[in-house]
């Protein structure tokens, strides 16, 4: 396979693909940068259309993880893997020891954790076989956590539009009600926001009911539509080509969903139409920033993922002030602090070479 045909292709250092047909394993994974040290991310398990479509899932995913990992200040470099789900042979717990099994093959270049389609315990079961997975060592669920780092984010865009961060009275739309979006809904309706709610699944939407009685539901078609003051993807990405961006009622888009943008240029439109656009990499690293934690030498501490969690609207500040005073979009801005801390840190090591 030539990878330099895909544009998703940016110089990935590895590309790796694992099969095993007795479990029914096929999977893929990339390694985008380590010049901030071993790569990491989540695995997602999911049911492409085509094959070729889970490899550009994960290159895109994996380039956000370098990303991700320079703003949020972790030393880690990008990674992701993805497994092919097949309705034919189901995920099983074979399936899932094989694919640790090439995770280990990789000699530490790359550990992982919990992504969509992956379950505590079937982190538990890879967790047995590879040292290199992140979430059974203290970590556990991520989806709270990346709620919060989204919370805090919506938090410094509200500060930026509205001149503050003060959540009640305010609209959220949000769309996909599961582990991110069902935790950031709870974190907004404690606070006396008035959320809007989507999500395909209709027991997911009568338990959101039950839990949030003052939730307002809407079809998936019709959220980007509502007026709100925060539209919030938390569901699948590529949600934003031209057409949603001419039908969005929301002066912000900020949510825990990867690659929201369905190509760049979307972003390049957003800021022309006064719609602040804040980075997906940047919002949802709150799950990143606990999943590494329990590889920090004093071990696992609560606390410490909490600040650093917080953190995240430090970094939004930052981003949105630049990208005002500069006239340019936050995600071009948030690009160029990415790779200025990759480079610098490139540089330092060839120093030593």
Known sequence: MNLNKFPEFDDHELVAFFNDRRSGLRSVVAV??????????????????????????????????????ALAGVPYGGGKGVILADTRMPKNAALLRRYAEGINKLNGRFSTGEDVGLTQNDIEIMSRVSPHINGARGAGELGPWAA?????????????????????????????????????????????????????????????????????????????RVKADVYSPCAMGGEFDMAAVKSLRAPVICGGANNQLAQPSIAVQLHRCGIIYVPDYVANAGGLINAVAERESGGYKPKSVDRKVRRIADVVRKILSTANRRSMPPGEVADRLARDIINRRREQRSLFV
């Open 32 to 69: 985008h940068n380590t010049n901030l040290g071993p790569a990491t991310g989540g695995t997602r398990y999911y049911s492409y259309a085509r094959d070729a479509d889970a490899l550009r899932d994960a290159l895109r995913l994996s380039r956000a993880m370098t990303y991700k990992c």
């Open 148 to 224: 919060l780092g989204v919370f805090s984010a919506m938090q410094a865009a509200l500060q930026e539009v509205f001149g503050s961060d003060e959540i009640r009275g305010r609209i959220f739309a949000i769309k996909g009600l599961g582990k991110v979006g069902w935790n950031l809904c709870r974190l907004l309706y404690e606070r006396g926001g008035e959320v809007i709610g989507a999500d395909i699944n209709p027991r997911v939407l009568k338990s959101a009911q039950a839990a949030f009685p003052r939730m307002r539901i809407v079809s998936p078609a019709a959220i980007k």
